[in-house]
């Protein structure tokens, strides 16, 4: 079929078919409702910067990323107990392999023990040892891990605020010249 004729089949259906988009005031609304319930923490209704700079927006991404597998019972809706259930035991499956990994059990992996797993696995951990291991040791323990990707999070929220900052600078208006 040639291109024009296809483009102008997708136009037409699109605008016959297609419902309209969601005006923008409609669909600032249905944003804004679920910011607030993710990250009003104290229910007034208003989003403080520290309420949006704590929001972790990883759990929102997984529900959606890993849908199928947090729906046990497959019945395409996620509850709670099924999301605490898959968080618990992806953690507890963690823990087991690092466990497996912890070959002389000193509760660390070292870079020789880390060698010895498989290319894929504690990838992060591999690429930035030293990051991890924050008390220096030549082993990185289930709490330096844990405490490292909680410091991320908080640099990435504060770094998402500089970058916002430093971009609404740029759009001031320049001051007005002295007269
Ligand atoms: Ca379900
Ligand atoms: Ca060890
Ligand atoms: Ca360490």
Same mark, same amino acid.
């Given at each position: ?7 102008v ?9 297609a419902a ?11 944003? *804004?409702?679920?910011l607030?319930?993710?990250? @009003?923490? $104290?229910?007034? =209704?208003? /989003?403080t910067?520290? #309420? ?13 990323r890993d ?10 809706v ?15 499956? *963690?823990?087991a392999?690092?466990?497996?990994? @912890?070959? $002389?059990?000193? =509760?660390? /992996?070292?870079r020789? #023990? ?9 990838a992060?951990i ?11 040791n ?11 990707f909680?410091?991320a999070?908080?640099?990435?929220a504060?770094r ?20």
């Amino acid at each position: 079929m040639p291109i024009p004729v296809l483009l102008v089949l997708l136009l037409s259906s699109s605008t016959v078919f297609a419902a309209p988009p969601p005006a923008g005031a409609t669909r600032a609304a249905d944003d *804004w409702k679920v910011l607030s319930l993710m990250m @009003d923490k $104290d229910r007034n =209704g208003k /989003l403080t910067r520290q #309420e949006a700079l704590s929001f972790n927006p990883q759990p929102a991404q997984l529900v959606a990323r890993d849908f199928a597998a947090i729906d046990a019972n497959n019945d395409s809706v996620v509850t709670k107990k099924e999301y605490t259930d898959f968080i618990d035991k992806g953690r507890s499956n *963690w823990v087991a392999e690092f466990n497996k990994a @912890d070959t $002389d059990k000193s =509760g660390g /992996l070292s870079r020789d #023990e880390l060698k010895a797993t498989k290319p894929g696995e504690f990838a992060q951990i591999k690429r930035a040892f030293a990051k991890f291991d924050s008390d220096s040791n030549g082993q990185v323990s289930i709490a330096e891990r844990d405490n490292y990707f909680k410091l991320a999070a908080g640099q990435r929220a504060a770094r998402m605020a500089t970058a916002r900052d430093s971009r609404s600078r740029l759009k001031a208006p320049p001051p007005a010249a002295p007269d």
